[in-house]
């Protein structure tokens, strides 16, 4: 006897039953149940992902913003004040002790941005939406137009190797791979 997707398979001579044919139709009626059970199973694990997936949207959402306004945060008065300093130490050569003071607040404020690297961190998390959509949006798709067992369970694999890859932030990866349709 051996487990083979998750059924117990028992090998025997060929022409043998095992199976009484008077309790034939209990063993059916078992089967169907156990089938029921596994596809009640792989539509949760896919409730799951879905559930997850929004989740995942919406933090990356609120990562993004978070980044996004500390990039526009220290951009805008390093900038500001780089403008200052260098108008202040053209306007006359006593104002040269303030814009120094200037320059150097906003040389310590660009270099606390390219080392949070603000920007770049708001495109990751950009991306990292758009990648949990995508895959919310097939495992949608692979809910309603799958009717069978083993092609949700097939596509399962697939929506989790794509859900890994977001992980990873292999977002290119993570969203090739189109949903498989039931075919009729």
């Not at 941005?113 to 495109?123: N, P, V, W």
């Not at 949006?137 to 989790?160: H, I, P, T, Y």
Request: aromatic share 4%; with cysteine; hydrophobic share 40%.
């Amino acid at each position: 006897m051996r487990i083979v997707a998750g059924r117990l398979v028992c090998h025997r001579p060929h022409g043998t039953n095992l199976v009484d044919p008077a309790t034939r139709a209990d063993h059916e009626e078992m089967h169907v149940d156990s089938d029921g059970d596994r596809n009640a199973r792989i539509r949760s694990q896919y409730n799951s992902l879905l559930t997850e997936a929004r989740s995942k949207i919406e933090s990356s959402s609120r990562t993004k913003r978070i980044w996004r306004y500390a990039h526009y945060a220290l951009g805008v008065p390093a900038a500001s004040l780089a403008a200052v300093s260098g108008l202040t130490a053209l306007s006359s050569t006593a104002g040269r002790i303030p814009a120094a003071i200037l320059s150097l607040t906003a040389s310590v404020i660009v270099a606390v941005s390219i080392f949070l690297r603000c920007d770049e961190k708001a495109s990751v998390a950009g991306q990292k939406k758009d990648a949990w959509r995508v895959l919310e949006a097939d495992v949608r798709f692979a809910l309603a137009n799958n009717d069978d067992v083993d092609d949700l369970s097939r596509e399962m694999r697939s929506l989790l190797d794509r859900r890994e890859r977001i992980f990873a932030h292999d977002f290119a990866g993570s969203m090739t791979q189109p949903p498989t349709a039931r075919r009729a």
